[in-house]
């Protein structure tokens, strides 16, 4: 059965607002839209999750949409109980569900020759983004942390990927729905051609308006080095974050273990988490931060994607900045397959081959299970790419620049705001953490 998030979830509440808007049983003014939202949350018991990476069956979500349309043909229903401002988004009950799409960038594309040189600044610019296109585009052109917003003059639609999905009759209309979505997501910035356009004209206004930064690309752009403009762009509009810390900390690959105060990013991003390829150049300008932090992705990284976070953490760290990196040791594999006395070492066999390899446990039932499956394992489960041992990733470190390397113990440190923070040890037992994991810090 195919599911859906939260944000599509939304895209059908809204499809059907919609039919009521046509059908001129309520108007469609912002004000009424947030409260007919609220009303679908808290009086027609449709229930969403706090987490917005919650899965709906399409399937039951259709099923109550029909039902309340059912309802809302057969009787009046005053849900406009007060007006509403865009100052007071915040108290409706639907707002945490968008809040996650805040500080995207957001870029206005006007045609497909504008498409096919933005298509590679928006890809390389390493953060979410928003792209209002003014035609048609295949739903699948972007990767799927892009969202897509075709706009036309009169009509709007928005591909299922995103949340707003509508058709009004009048240019005000066109301008006010702009103006709640930029209330809505709040971007970080805007960017677009500096070339004559009455849509891109009052998107520009509505910007400025709002006090929301606009890059306005004119035609010698095209001839900078695509990341010179990325690296402009990102200094540009950089995360709030940087403005509610006193000292700066990002965490590279923080999953489901988000670290408070931090600036945590990830593959997967929600709310608290800004999407962030580690292998990529990173978005933030030179000396951003006090201290970088990144626990068992490293190994996720193939040797020159590995070598570029390496100089992406030493470029956006502050001098004597500090960095730390917490992932697999070599030397444990190597002295697991070697020491086959040691307890300990065959406690974690057993342990890893039961859990991740069952086949392997019941080719062998009681006997011995060969230490070659671990050492294998370990290569290639779990995404795994390469394993560092500290002679190596010693030698890298210093000639990425970093000095003063050393290797404490997990949860120890010099600096208090590093102690304590691997979190791995919560998603295996914590003596096979303390096993396989080894902690390695730098200096800038």
Not at 423 to 439: C, D, M, R, T, Y
């Amino acid at each position: 059965m195919e599911t859906q998030s939260s944000s599509n979830l939304y895209t059908n509440l809204y499809n059907f607002a919609e039919q009521l808007f046509i059908s001129q049983e309520v108007d469609y003014k912002p004000s009424t839209i947030c409260n007919l939202l609220d009303f679908f949350f808290k009086k027609e018991n449709i229930n969403l999750p706090k987490s917005s990476n919650t899965k709906f069956t399409e399937e039951r979500v259709l099923e109550q949409i029909e039902n309340k349309l059912v309802c809302w043909r057969q009787r009046k229903v005053d849900i406009i109980a007060k007006q509403s401002k865009i100052e007071d988004l915040k108290e409706h009950l639907w707002y945490p569900y968008f809040s996650h799409l805040r500080e995207y960038v957001v870029f206005y594309v006007q045609n497909e020759d504008e498409l096919n040189y933005l298509s590679q600044i928006i890809i390389a610019l390493n953060r979410s983004v928003i792209v209002l296109c003014n035609f048609n585009l295949q739903k699948d052109f972007f990767p799927d942390w892009i969202q897509v917003v075709e706009l036309d003059y009169i009509d709007q639609k928005v591909y299922d990927n995103s949340f707003l999905d509508n058709s009004f009759d009048e240019l005000s209309n066109y301008i006010n729905t702009l103006s709640i979505f930029l209330d809505i997501i709040q971007p970080a910035g805007i960017v677009m051609f500096e070339n004559a356009s009455f849509q891109k004209k009052e998107l520009q206004d509505l910007g400025n308006n709002k006090q929301i930064p606009i890059i306005l690309l004119q035609s010698e752009n095209k001839n900078n080095l695509l990341q010179r403009i990325c690296k402009t762009i990102n200094e540009h509009f950089p995360f709030s974050y940087f403005n509610q810390v006193e000292k700066t900390a990002l965490h590279i690959g923080c999953g489901n273990h988000p670290i408070s105060g931090w600036l945590n990013t990830d593959l997967s991003f929600s709310e608290k988490i800004v999407f962030m390829n580690a292998e990529k150049q990173f978005p933030f300008p030179d000396s951003s931060f006090h201290y970088v932090f990144s626990e068992h992705l490293f190994e996720h990284l193939d040797y020159k994607g590995g070598r570029n976070m390496l100089h992406e953490s030493y470029r956006v760290l502050k001098p004597k900045g500090i960095f730390r990196l917490t992932m697999p040791c070599l030397e444990f594999l190597m002295d697991l397959y070697l020491n086959k006395g040691n307890e300990l070492n065959e406690k974690y066999i057993d342990w890893s081959i039961s859990l991740f390899d069952p086949v392997i446990k019941n080719d062998f039932k009681t006997e011995r299970i060969p230490r070659m499956f671990i050492v294998n394992n370990f290569m290639r489960f779990w995404g795994h790419k390469m394993i560092y041992d500290k002679e190596t990733i010693t030698y890298l470190l210093k000639k990425t620049g970093f000095k003063n390397v050393t290797y404490p113990q997990l949860g120890d440190s010099k600096h208090n705001i590093l102690k304590n923070i691997e979190q791995h040890g919560k998603s295996i037992p914590e003596w096979a953490n303390n096993l396989e994991s080894f902690v390695v810090e730098a200096q800038k």
